[in-house]
């Protein structure tokens, strides 16, 4: 993708971003550079690759799924100012 002065210019505009002329190309440069990294970076053949969900290959240490917290519910909702049948009752905010 090629970018010009005038695409830079817009842009800055749109995001109400007042810009010389110098700053416009030193702009332009450096996004110029970032598309061809890209490009560069679009044109390697990773067919052969398989999707990874991390750069290394790593496992999580898991804990044992047990139960550290004793039932507490009476005693939250014995200061709520309403409950129902296991449930806090809230004031209706929207109509």
């Known amino acids: 993708m090629s970018l ?4 830079i210019k817009r842009v800055a505009n749109l995001a ?3 810009t010389s002329e110098t700053e ?3 702009a ?3 996004l110029s550079d970032i598309f061809n990294l890209i490009e560069q970076m679009q044109a390697v053949d990773t067919s052969s ?7 290394q290959d790593l496992v999580q240490r898991l ?10 519910r009476e005693l939250f909702q ?3 100012p309403k409950t ?3 449930l806090y009752l809230v004031p209706k905010v929207l109509e």
Do not use: F, K, W, Y
Request: net charge negative; aromatic share 0%; glycine share 2%.
């Open 4 to 7: 010009t002065l005038d695409d």
């Open 16 to 18: 109400c971003i007042e």
């Open 24 to 26: 416009a190309t030193n």
């Open 28 to 30: 332009l440069i450096h």
């Open 49 to 55: 690759v398989n999707p990874m969900s991390h750069s």
């Open 63 to 72: 804990r044992d799924d047990m139960v550290t917290e004793s039932d507490q």
């Open 78 to 80: 014995s200061i709520a």
């Open 84 to 86: 129902d049948s296991g």
